[in-house]
């Protein structure tokens, strides 16, 4: 069974407000536009570490979750590891089904 969390992010992504990529999200963090920032558990460390410098210094809530493949199948975009979202419904819900599955919560 498909998982929650993969689904919010398909229908976010269909609906135009998830992007992928560093530099995408870096641009929208930048700007104000981005609710939620998702890494996935396998990116590379230095682009961790950059984003989430990044998200904190902005006040943008971020989980770091999933694997690359997975996640990005989801949505459709194959190898993309960073994930924002721009919607703050779809960012609630999804940070919530993160937070309940993996029982912590950062920021």
């Known amino acids: 069974m ?3 969390i993969n689904s919010y992010m398909g229908f976010a ?3 135009g407000q998830l ?9 929208e963090i930048d ?12 990116a590379a460390e230095n682009s961790k570490e950059k984003m989430t410098l990044k998200a904190k210094r902005a006040g943008i809530n971020y989980r770091v979750y999933g694997e690359r493949d997975v ?3 989801a949505v459709g975009k194959p190898g993309s590891c960073i994930f924002g979202v721009k919607d703050e419904n779809f960012a609630k819900v999804i940070m919530k089904e993160i937070d309940d599955k993996t029982g ?4």
Request: with cysteine; hydrophobic share 30%.
């Open 31 to 42: 700007k104000g536009r981005l609710k939620l920032l998702i890494i996935s558990e396998d």
């Open 71 to 73: 996640m990005s199948h």
């Open 104 to 107: 912590k919560e950062v920021l």
């Open 2 to 4: 498909r998982e929650k």
């Open 19 to 27: 992007i992928t990529g560093a530099e995408t999200c870096g641009e």
């Open 13 to 15: 992504r269909k609906s």
